[in-house]
């Protein structure tokens, strides 16, 4: 298949910064395809793993960062466990995340980044998940608010959804954790 | 036998019977499992996908709780197993991860605490022999597809859980219990974990391949470990059903609760009626085996 890459301004890439963010030598990948062959979303995703690491390879830029992949990869590790020559794919995709948000890269489908930050809003408040907050807060943000709405009944009678938050946790640690995490962030830039 | 115990945060929610099948479990074999006070959320998926930081520090808050205590720290969540496993892992590899985790918890965390799952202290200390010289019902022959996902089992240099390719652990007790633990190819296959809200249509494929091999294979029902494969197979029945006209019609069952049926537990106590696709043939099956 042949490969279109758009050179950015950097004419690096992101290759440097994402060996730097996973500690990994990209330049080991032979393409022998292992990981996307076992790779559930590749089918579905149009650039599988491998085509990724290619892509890198030829210093690809920011518009990697719009790959469908970057947020449909479920983190299921599978690329990672099977790379013969033991680059932790899973970690790449990981830090493609986390340049996608902070260079701010379109949402894509489903809003993944808006979900993660609902979910971990509601554990920095209360320090323990709470799922109506969560929820109430992604289906504000995609307006998909119709989705799973007919499970919601049976969830609540057999219990499968908290009505109140648990406050049991230790709230005063997992906040200090987030503000560090944000100090460390700015101190990055 | 005495263990720390992290329930996590589904044990409050989705997974309750999770939660409770597993404490109900760990009474009937005489293991006292004990929850540090003030347990946090260990940042799951979107940790990780968030910030390297944050995904290490949040599950270490937890574990340095039982630190004092000297207790290894049992989970019955495969998620929180897995971030606790790789926090201990980063701490104990960056000495630099270990001073910010130190800082932000306000106490050296050394990344020392055992992390095990329910089912590894099961084989492994108490003994799958034990366990099954403890049962009042066998399964009677029911045919069990054990599906084990992702994070027991990947990175496996980290979890050090079984075979990372085809693992055996649940296989061997259903076994013991007088199941058949059966031979399928979708036991570490993804099933779109933390992606059923925001990517329901991949779920739903992804589901669908793994019911449809597990009834290929012949089983009565599919046994976990994991509280997000549990709700992402047996809730998103109701949309393949919906969406493909598909009926599974496959009991999703924690390997707890098939244990404490074995054990004589009542069902109420295990959870059971909160499957969404019943299980009350199974019940049935197990009760009335000698």
């Given at each position: 298949m042949a490969i279109t890459i758009k050179k950015?301004?950097?004419?690096?890439?992101?290759i440097r910064r994402i060996e730097q963010m996973t500690g990994?030598?990209?330049?080991?990948?032979?393409?022998?395809?292992r990981c996307t062959s076992g790779c559930p979303v590749s089918k579905l995703a149009g650039s599988p793993p491998s085509e990724i690491m290619r892509r890198l390879h030829l210093?690809?830029?920011?518009?990697?960062?719009?790959?469908?992949?970057?947020?449909?990869?479920?983190?299921?590790?599978t690329c990672s466990a099977r790379c013969p020559m033991g680059i932790d794919v899973a970690a790449v995709m990981d830090a493609l995340r986390q340049l996608a948000r902070e260079k701010k890269a379109a949402p894509q489908e489903g809003n993944v980044p808006l979900f993660n930050r609902a979910f971990l809003e509601t554990v920095k408040f209360f320090g323990r998940t709470y799922d109506i907050a969560m929820i109430a807060a992604y289906k504000l943000g995609t307006?998909?608010?119709?989705?799973?709405?007919?499970k919601f009944p049976s969830m609540l009678k057999k219990r499968k959804i908290a009505l109140l938050p648990s406050l049991k946790g230790d709230r005063k640690t997992t906040r200090r954790i987030f503000q560090k995490a944000n100090e460390r962030k700015e101190a990055e830039r | 036998m005495k263990y720390g115990y992290f329930p996590g945060c589904s044990a409050d929610s989705t997974a309750r019977d999770m939660h409770t099948s597993t404490v109900a479990v760990a009474q009937a074999l005489g293991i006292e499992l004990i929850e540090p006070k003030g347990w946090t959320c260990c940042g799951a998926t979107a940790g990780h996908q968030t910030d390297r930081f944050l995904s290490v520090a949040l599950p270490a808050a937890s574990l340095a709780k039982v630190k004092d205590d000297g207790l290894d720290m049992v989970v019955s969540c495969a998620a929180c197993y897995n971030r606790m496993k790789v926090a201990n892992h980063e701490i104990q590899q960056s000495d630099e991860m270990r001073r910010a985790v130190a800082d932000a918890l306000g106490r050296d965390y050394d990344g020392s605490v055992r992390v095990r799952h329910f089912l590894e202290v099961l084989l492994e200390d108490l003994g799958i022999d034990k366990v099954a010289a403890l049962?009042?019902?066998?399964?009677?022959g029911l045919k069990v597809a054990c599906y084990y996902g992702c994070l027991l089992v990947r990175p496996n240099e980290v979890?050090?859980?079984?075979?990372?390719?085809?693992?055996t652990s649940l296989d061997r007790l259903v076994n013991a219990l007088g199941g058949e633990g059966l031979e399928w190819p979708?036991?570490?296959?993804?099933?779109?974990g933390g992606l059923s809200m925001s990517r329901t249509d991949v779920v739903v494929s992804l589901t669908d391949a793994i019911l449809e091999m597990a009834k290929a294979s012949g089983a009565q029902c599919v046994t976990v470990g994991c509280p997000m494969c549990q709700i992402n197979l047996d809730m998103r029945q109701l949309d393949i059903r919906k969406?493909?006209?598909?009926?599974?019609d496959m009991p999703i069952v924690y390997i707890t609760q098939l244990l404490g049926l074995c054990l004589g537990v009542p069902a109420q106590q295990l959870g059971?009626?909160?499957?969404?696709?019943?299980?009350g043939d199974i019940v049935k099956t197990i009760g009335s085996a000698a």
């Open positions: 950015n301004v950097e004419t690096e890439g992101l990994t030598d990209l330049s080991t990948c032979y393409q022998c395809k210093k690809a830029g920011d518009e990697l960062l719009d790959s469908e992949i970057v947020w449909m990869c479920v983190s299921c590790e307006r998909k608010f119709m989705d799973d709405t007919e | 049962a009042k019902h066998s399964l009677g979890t050090k859980f079984d075979d990372p390719e085809n693992p979708h036991k570490v296959e993804c099933c779109g969406q493909m006209g598909k009926s599974h059971l009626e909160k499957l969404m696709i019943p299980a």
